[in-house]
């Protein structure tokens, strides 16, 4: 009888559990579906289109793997402006702009409740309205002509004697987007680090003190910072990823492509080839290098900051 008992006790049981499994399903199917159509496939097909020939008016041709080695040994643009331009720009803006974040958020926390907000709101800002800002201030800030703001304030200074065309002046290009890039990284990931360190357990800081923790800069490195690496890294991620897809700057401030392919990045080379020269099938495959360069760094920067079991 005991055992005819649990038998009827394990079977409710069951079917309890393949309910909640349904209503689970249920919960992530939306963002399935929206992962589905938005990401994965747009993904696949391009990594299908990227071993075609594919104009955007003909049927797809297949080619194989000429459009790789295409891109490694003929596309000299590629290879002599676009990737080194785009690996200096996502070391200075994403490292840069990640240490910056960091730094910022750490300071803005040893603030009091209202001016914590008000300065956090005006750093975060630019990542909102880059577009605009680009068109508006820094088009006025670097006109090549005494009206614009930096020439004007280097000539009444006297360190130049003539206004400096900024913007077509390929020694100055890439700095200037490098520039308006950092301006513009205080974004999600600043303030998931601003929620990281406002979370830390305070109790740690007053047993660290005991320990003879006694400064601020012990109490950032030797508390803060392990206690916030799940921040750390989704800010570290976001920051690789903005890095690399952050072609918008240089387009707004030149055109595509840039003066003497000065400020020219990978995403400027995929518009190029792809919505200006409809060479699709190209253009799908540097988006896919472009894939796997941001997963090769996304990877290193998981392995930096994910903690490793001892044992």
Same mark, same amino acid.
């Given at each position: 009888?005991?055992?005819?008992?649990?038998?009827?006790?394990?079977?409710?049981?069951?079917?309890?559990?393949?309910?909640?499994?349904?209503?689970?399903?249920?919960?992530?199917?939306?963002?399935?579906?929206?992962?589905?159509?938005?990401?994965? %496939?747009?993904?696949?097909?391009?990594? +299908? =289109? #990227? @071993?075609?020939?594919?104009? &955007?008016?003909?049927?797809? *041709?297949?080619?194989?793997?000429?459009?790789?080695?295409?891109?490694?040994?003929?596309?000299?643009?590629?290879?002599?402006?676009?990737?080194?331009?785009?690996?200096?720009?996502?070391? %200075?803006?994403?490292?840069?702009?990640? +240490? =910056? #974040? @960091?730094?910022?958020?750490? &300071?803005?926390?040893?603030? *009091?409740?209202?001016?914590?907000?008000?300065?956090?709101?005006?750093?975060?800002?630019?990542?909102?309205?880059?577009?605009?800002?680009?068109?508006?201030?820094?088009?006025?800030?670097?006109?090549?002509?005494?009206?614009?703001?930096?020439? #004007?304030?280097?000539?009444?200074?006297?360190?130049?004697?003539?206004?400096?065309?900024?913007?077509?002046?390929?020694?100055?290009?890439?700095?200037?987007?490098?520039?308006?890039?950092?301006?513009?990284?205080?974004?999600?990931?600043?303030?998931?680090?601003?929620?990281?360190?406002?979370?830390?357990?305070? #109790?740690?800081?007053?047993?660290?003190?005991?320990?003879?923790?006694?400064?601020?800069?012990?109490?950032?490195?030797?508390?803060?910072?392990?206690?916030?690496?799940?921040?750390?890294?989704?800010?570290?991620?976001?920051?690789?990823?903005?890095?690399?897809?952050?072609?918008?700057?240089?387009?707004?401030?030149?055109?595509?492509?840039?003066?003497?392919?000065?400020?020219?990045?990978?995403?400027?080379?995929?518009?190029?080839?792809?919505?200006?020269?409809?060479?699709?099938?190209?253009?799908?495959?540097?988006?896919?290098?472009?894939?796997?360069?941001?997963?090769?760094?996304?990877?290193?920067?998981?392995?930096?900051?994910?903690?490793?079991?001892?044992?």
């Amino acid at each position: 009888m005991s055992e005819q008992a649990t038998k009827k006790a394990v079977k409710p049981n069951k079917i309890a559990k393949r309910n909640n499994n349904k209503n689970g399903y249920l919960f992530v199917a939306p963002y399935a579906l929206v992962f589905l159509i938005f990401i994965l %496939v747009p993904v696949l097909l391009a990594v +299908i =289109l #990227s @071993f075609t020939n594919f104009n &955007a008016i003909e049927f797809p *041709s297949w080619v194989g793997f000429l459009n790789y080695i295409t891109l490694i040994t003929s596309d000299e643009v590629f290879m002599q402006y676009v990737l080194p331009n785009t690996v200096v720009y996502a070391v %200075v803006v994403g490292i840069g702009g990640y +240490i =910056l #974040s @960091f730094v910022l958020a750490w &300071a803005l926390c040893n603030l *009091s409740k209202l001016p914590r907000t008000i300065f956090a709101l005006i750093l975060y800002s630019p990542s909102m309205t880059t577009g605009v800002a680009m068109t508006v201030l820094w088009k006025v800030i670097f006109s090549g002509d005494q009206t614009g703001l930096l020439n #004007s304030w280097l000539m009444s200074l006297g360190v130049i004697t003539d206004p400096i065309i900024w913007l077509v002046n390929t020694n100055y290009l890439l700095p200037i987007v490098i520039i308006i890039g950092l301006w513009s990284s205080m974004g999600i990931g600043f303030l998931s680090m601003i929620a990281g360190i406002l979370n830390s357990d305070e #109790s740690l800081y007053e047993a660290a003190a005991i320990d003879g923790v006694h400064n601020r800069f012990q109490e950032m490195i030797y508390i803060t910072i392990p206690q916030m690496k799940p921040q750390m890294l989704f800010a570290a991620v976001m920051a690789i990823v903005n890095a690399f897809q952050n072609g918008l700057i240089s387009t707004l401030l030149t055109g595509n492509p840039s003066p003497g392919y000065a400020a020219q990045l990978i995403v400027n080379h995929i518009e190029d080839y792809g919505f200006q020269r409809y060479e699709m099938g190209y253009a799908a495959a540097v988006s896919v290098v472009l894939l796997l360069i941001v997963q090769l760094f996304s990877k290193g920067a998981n392995s930096l900051l994910t903690e490793k079991d001892e044992f």
